[in-house]
């Protein structure tokens, strides 16, 4: 099992930055991938980033340009962080880990764990 705790939410204003952080704990060693997806109220949860030990990242195109994911390995926290930020960013932001290759990082039902969510809220 892996344990997936979030930190560094907040509530920041239009244009401004936040950076969460993830943790992981347990059998780290079994992961390949971490994720980070975001849920706002009334909608479905979306990706956000994506990262593989392997160096490989990706973005929705919704947040590049202006998120950035940090991570090479599981013992050490995978970072997000977000520049520029606007009112649509404002969500729960949850980190996974996927225990093998996926070819699709933005498919939320791939990912083996998932932390508890932290919230993000950017006023306008």
């Known amino acids: 099992q892996v344990q997936l705790v979030e930190s560094g939410g907040g509530l920041v204003q239009a244009g401004g930055s936040l950076r969460l952080s993830c943790a992981a704990s347990g059998r780290t060693s079994s992961t390949y991938a971490m994720g980070w997806f975001r849920q706002a109220p009334g909608k479905e949860r979306e990706f956000v980033a994506a990262?593989?030990?392997?160096?490989?990242?990706y973005y929705a195109d919704s947040v590049k340009g202006r998120f950035t994911i940090s991570g090479d390995n599981a013992k050490n926290p995978v970072s997000l962080r977000m520049n520029s930020l606007k009112p649509e960013d404002t969500a729960v932001y949850y980190c996974?880990?996927?225990?093998?290759?996926?070819?699709?990082?933005?498919?939320?039902?791939?990912?083996?764990?998932w932390g508890q969510g932290t919230q993000a809220t950017v006023s306008s």
């Open positions: 996974a880990a996927a225990s093998r290759y996926l070819s699709d990082y933005g498919f939320a039902g791939k990912y083996s764990y």
């Open positions: 990262c593989t030990w392997s160096g490989d990242t």
